[in-house]
Every structure is written in C-alpha cells, then in structure tokens.
C-alpha cells in the first residue's frame, strides 16, 4: 500500500491536482480484493437455497448492480478488474433471466423451470447448486474419505467394523489408495463370514447385559396396581413473603387411588371420596398408604371422631386370639388387659365374622399407644401430613399443593397437646405495671398515660418493649420543663414588681417634696420628666 500512495502523491505534486475522486486513482485498484470477496460470497448465499424466491433474486441482482457500479469506479490497468467485470456482467445477465422465468409463473403464463445450478462460480467448471452448496449433509455424502472413516471405525458394542460385517474384509483407507497397497483378501470365505459374525453377535449380547446391569441398578419393579391406595410425595418450597418453611411443610399428601397406568410408569390418581382426578406422577414418587393412615384417614371424613368410633369397635375388638394377646406387650397395661378380656369365650364360635373388626381395631389401638413413638423424625410416618406447628392457622390446601377438591388432613393430629396458661384480664395486666404508666378505659382497654395509644394486653413483651422504648420518660422530661418555665416566668414578675415599687415611691416623695414647696406639679411639665412618669 505504501508504493501506490507515493504514486498518488506524486503524482498530485507533479500535476498539482487532487485525484481522490478520480476514475483512475490507483488507490481504488484496493477495493478488488473486495469485490472478488463478496461476489463469492453472494454465491455462496444463493447456493444455499434450493429454491429462491423472487424476492431474494431481487435482493442478489441489486447487489451485483452494487458490485458492478465499484467495478466501474476501477481503473483499467488494475489487475484482475476486466475478469471480475465480465463475471459480474455473466452473473446479472443470469440473475435477470430468472427474475423474468419468476415473473411469468407468478402470474401463472408458465410453469416455473429453473435449471439447477444456473449460479456458477467465475471461471471455474466447479457448479454452485441450490442444493449442494454448503450443505454439509449432502457435500459429506459425495465425498469417499467420510465414508471410507465411517465405515472402517469399529463401534463399541459388536467390537467390527460396518464394512467387515458387511463385506468380510476393511475397506480401502485413503493411504492404502495413495500408496496402492490392495487388501490381502477381497473374498473372505463363507466360514470366515459365520465366525465374524457369530462373533459380533456374541460381542453386542455383552454389551447389551452389561448396558442392562447398569440400568437396573437404579430401577425396581412397579409393586402398584389399579385400585391401589397411595401418596405421592409433595416438593414444598420456602416462601419468606408468605411465611412458608420448606423443611416444616408436608411431605407425603392425602391419600389417593390409582385409577388408571398411562404408561409403565406414570399413573393417574383420584379422590377417594370424590372420584375426582388429582394429578399424574411416576412411581418413583408414589409410595403405598400404610393401613393406619388409611383407616385414620377414614374415620377422620366420618362425622364421628376416631375416638367414639375406637369405643364402638371395642367390644369387636375383644375377640382376640389367646395366643395374639400372649404376645402382646405388657408394656400396654390396660390396653392389653382390654383387649385380651374374654378372649376366650368369645372367639370361639365367631372367628371368621369378627376377624375384620378384629383388625381394624387393633390397627387402631396400635396407631393410639405408639403415639409417642410416631413423633420422632425417625419414625417411617413422621412427616406423613404431619400438622405444622407454630404457623397459626392450618395452611390452604392450595398451598401445600393438594387438589382444590380434597382438603382434610389424610391424618388427624395424635399426641401429647401443651396446656394453655391462664387467661390474664386488662386490670391484671395493667397491675403488672407502675400505676402511672397504664390505665384501663371504661371499654376495657389498655391505654398508655403518655402517649394516649391503645395496646395489646395479651402481650407482656410488647408492654415491657413500649415502657423501655422511652415513651414514659417523656412525663418526668415535661414535668420537669414545666417547672423550669413557671420559675423564670415568676422571677421575670417579681423584677418588674420590684422596678414598678420603686418608681412608685419616687412619684410619691416627688410630689410630696412640690407640695411642701408650693410648686406646681403642672411647671414640671418637662419631656424628660414626663416620659419618665409614664
């Protein structure tokens, strides 16, 4: 570039004239690198649709006209400009005869016959098609080394090559082509064929059983059928805005029935009570309702409670096997001594009509004396629609991601229950408290002596938080500005009363003294004088 700008300088200097917009400006013979770049690459473009349209024919003949128009601009002398001229004149000739082919099946005179390939590459005999320019799919397949690579590469399962199993002997690599070295045998035997391919069979079972293995690590049998009763596991997830802990929230939800497989492994389950739809879910997510639950989860949508309904079943309940309530833990105490009562005498004669009862009411009695064991985290039903503690009101069905048709616990709460303290009046709590700080209106309400807000009376921690706030020192702060104001107030007095007494017995000896001398008071009518009697 250097050389062509010492020629265009000198030859302004010599001339004296600017050749900057000149024709034949040698600095323009740079664009023809250009030029030739994007004439390839406009080709390349429209190589890559099978079928172009008008529009984009359009869109290539006005940029050929672009091209052409730089090519004008060049010099005659630079190198390469007359070939680039006469590709470009080739190419918009091409380009406008198919605008018009377009044109006229647009319309519908005649029937559109584009020949394939029309585009050509500028003095070459390599064709530009729609369909196989830059297409690396169909280029791959026209070329021999791809498919020499492929075919002689061994795949992992059968341990041979496609061309062994296929033609009995490796094909051709691209060395051996180049150095002209044939195969040793192009014509395998038949029993050379049967133990290559036996062994590939052989080969792909391995690698089948070992694939297998490998999968079945991770799986287990589906153990659920239509009818089943079961829960599906809950994803609770921690909302601070709404006041949700994950780590508190259920983990298995209400028990639900499998009414149909929509797969080997997904299920669509139901309402119980409704027949209602509730969701779909994979297996891995479901897990059998255990019998306690189940029963629980019953009694709990009856109108009685599990209780009464514990005491309707006792006496079904007495007829227990001797040898059943032999092995009954005397731990129970009295559990044992109930259900083991005339065990004897009636099991006799009504074993097959009290055997339902019989189970149902020891799954009862077992679910109520484990209770204490049921609420540790070890226990398999922990955290089955365990009820949240500490969060207020029960949470929404919504929320815990149960149907909108199904909101009852599966489980109703068993356990030990803390005592309630005492309920403490708004005098108790008013007492609680120095007798200048709160008071009790007539409707009974805890107000503060200072600030004149009503409080809560329920909360002893809130109370003691507003005292320790600062808002009843305010009282000793006032009183105390309130003194310090009457005690100026009364010092300003008593210094104008004393300023007012004396001028008052100067008047009077004044007057006194003018009387005793016979002056008259009206002679003192002075401006000092007056100004001061005022």
């Keep these: 570039m250097r050389p062509q700008l010492s020629k265009l300088w000198e030859k302004e200097r010599v001339g004296k004239i600017s050749l900057v917009d000149s024709a034949e400006c040698p600095s323009r013979e740079l664009e023809i690198p250009t030029i030739e770049r994007k004439l390839n690459l406009l080709l390349q473009r429209v190589g890559e649709s099978k079928a172009p349209s008008l529009s984009q024919t359009r869109k290539f003949q006005t940029k050929l006209k672009h091209l052409q128009q730089r090519l004008g601009r060049i010099g005659t002398e630079a190198a390469g400009r007359d070939e680039l001229v006469l590709n470009c004149t080739r190419l918009l000739t091409q380009a406008e005869y ?58 992992s399962s059968h341990k041979a090559t496609p061309a062994e199993l296929m033609m009995g002997h490796e094909l051709l690599s691209p060395i051996n082509v180049k150095w002209q070295l044939p195969p040793e045998q192009t014509q395998p035997s038949s029993k050379q064929m049967l133990r290559k391919w036996s062994d590939a069979f052989r080969q792909l079972k391995r690698s089948h059983e070992k694939v297998a293995r490998k999968f079945n690590v991770g799986t287990h049998d589906v153990q659920l059928k239509i009818g089943d009763r079961v829960v599906y596991q809950i994803h609770q997830l921690s909302d601070m805005a709404q006041g949700i802990a994950g780590k508190l929230g259920y983990r298995w939800s209400n028990p639900v029935t499998i009414d149909r497989f929509m797969s080997d492994v997904t299920v669509q389950s139901v309402d119980p009570v409704s027949g209602l739809p509730v969701r779909r879910a994979h297996v891995t997510q479901l897990k059998k309702c255990p019998e306690q639950i189940e029963l629980l989860y019953l009694l709990h949508l009856s109108d009685r409670s599990e209780w009464s309904r514990l005491e309707l079943l006792r006496p079904a309940a007495r007829a227990v096997p001797s040898e059943v309530a032999g092995n009954w833990s005397v731990t129970h105490g009295t559990d044992r001594e109930w259900l083991a009562c005339n065990a004897q005498g009636m099991y006799g004669t009504k074993k097959e009509e009290n055997l339902d009862a019989f189970r149902l009411s020891l799954s009862l009695e077992i679910l109520r004396v484990t209770a204490v064991w049921r609420q540790t985290p070890t226990h398999p039903l922990y955290h089955t ?58 409707s009974k309400i805890l107000m503060c002596r200072i600030c004149y807000i009503r409080l809560e009376s329920n909360k002893k921690d809130g109370l003691n938080k507003h005292v320790s706030a600062g808002h009843l020192w305010r009282k000793e702060e006032q009183k105390t500005h309130g003194l310090k104001r009457q005690l100026l107030i009364t010092e300003v007095c008593d210094k104008q009363k004393k300023a007012r007494t004396e001028k008052l017995v100067f008047i009077d000896d004044t007057v006194k003294m003018c009387l005793k001398a016979n002056i008259p008071i009206n002679k003192l009518d002075h401006p000092t004088v007056r100004e001061y009697l005022k």
């Design 98 to 155: 198919m605008i018009g082919n377009l044109a006229e099946a647009k319309k519908g005179t005649v029937s559109p016959n584009i020949e394939e390939g029309i585009f050509e590459f500028p003095n070459s005999d390599k064709r530009i098609g729609y369909p196989e320019a830059q297409n690396h799919v169909r280029h791959a397949a026209s070329q021999v080394s791809p498919g020499v690579a492929f075919n002689n590469a061994p795949h």
């Design 385 to 442: 629609n365990k009820p949240i503690t500490g969060q207020g009101s029960p949470r929404s069905s919504a929320v815990q991601g149960h149907s909108a048709h199904s909101t009852t616990r599966s489980c109703p709460s068993i356990g030990f229950k803390m005592g309630r303290g005492k309920t403490i009046t708004v005098e108790q709590r008013a007492g609680q408290f120095k007798a200048d700080q709160f008071y009790v209106s007539d």
